[in-house]
């Protein structure tokens, strides 16, 4: 079992790069363009985002960015008059990285938190929660975030809501007299996936998403645990006080809403339960 799940981890696995990859963005009507000093360099939207993540972003086998996230952040970008680059930046440091205008806007499914608010400007644009995955025959009979998973070892992002539930649920086991949960945490999905693809891990926790993209390459390999949790509201993410910027990603989000450009992208990639209403 553990074999099959290993290689089906491996094929899903796609080399990531430490380069911004460009893509240009052809002039759509109806363009806001952007002026400066609202981006870093003219005629370009720079974007943050850990290229790790599919259905979201994620590369192709041609090392070309992919994804629902890529195809709605150049979809704003063709509505700003603008190329859209992205730059592949590790999820733990992706606020820093824009705070320090090594790119214009953090688009990577970034959940709007008030501690992040406090650093940045959000433009929202979907939905999306959390789950665990667990081994199809689910042997340790995890039943979700619950106390199930004291005492197992469960795998995760650096960084990221799901690693903070499972610190959460970790202290309620040890609060009930129970062993703590094991928390293994990697810089890539994939490398979380992989443990419980090994059985290192017994479970593995990640947006909801991402668990049903990997559900999906392979069926029967995977199962979820209980139910999702902690549905929560994605945003654009422009330095605090950038309100040029903002102001034209808000206003071309509502141009690809109103064009149907936005809900094509979500139902190309399977995404319509994270649809934004208006």
Same mark, same amino acid.
């Given at each position: 079992m553990h074999g099959r799940i290993l290689a089906t981890a491996a094929a899903l696995s796609l080399a990531a790069c430490g380069t911004a990859a460009k893509t240009e963005a052809a002039p759509a009507g109806g363009k806001a363009m952007v002026a400066p000093p609202a981006v870093i360099k003219d005629g370009e939207i720079v974007?943050?985002?850990?290229?790790s993540a599919p259905p979201l972003e994620f590369y192709d086998k041609a090392k070309k960015p992919i994804g629902a996230d890529v195809e709605i952040g150049e979809a704003l970008a063709a509505r700003l008059g603008v190329a859209a680059v992205w730059r592949n930046t590790k999820f733990a440091s992706i606020v820093p990285t824009l705070v320090a205008k090594q790119c214009d806007a953090i688009l990577s499914q970034l959940y709007?938190?008030?501690?992040r608010e406090r650093v940045v400007d959000f433009v929202?644009?979907?939905?999306? /929660?959390? &789950?665990?995955?667990? =081994?199809?025959?689910?042997?340790?009979?995890?039943?979700?975030?619950?106390?199930?998973?004291?005492?197992?070892?469960a795998s995760t992002l650096i960084s990221t809501t799901a690693a903070t539930?499972?610190?959460?649920?970790?202290?309620?086991?040890?609060?009930?007299?129970?062993?703590?949960?094991?928390?293994?945490?990697?810089?890539?999905?994939?490398?979380?996936?992989?443990?419980?693809?090994? /059985?290192? &891990?017994?479970?593995? =926790?990640?947006t909801s998403e991402t668990a049903a993209y990997y559900m999906g390459q392979k069926p029967g390999l995977f199962a979820f645990a209980g139910e999702s949790f902690d549905k929560i509201k994605a945003g654009i993410a422009v330095r605090k006080g950038n309100s040029a910027l903002q102001s034209a990603l808000a206003k071309a989000l509502q141009e690809i809403r109103a064009d149907g450009t936005y809900d094509k992208v979500l139902a190309k990639w399977n995404l319509q339960v994270d649809r934004l209403e208006p």
């Open positions: 974007y943050c985002s850990d290229i709007i938190k008030p501690e929202p644009y979907m939905y999306s /929660g959390q &789950s665990i995955l667990v =081994a199809k025959d689910n042997p340790r009979r995890v039943t979700g975030l619950d106390e199930s998973l004291c005492g197992l070892t539930r499972l610190e959460d649920q970790s202290k309620k086991c040890e609060a009930a007299g129970k062993p703590a949960i094991k928390l293994t945490r990697f810089d890539q999905d994939i490398a979380a996936l992989q443990e419980l693809a090994l /059985g290192r &891990s017994q479970a593995y =926790a990640t």
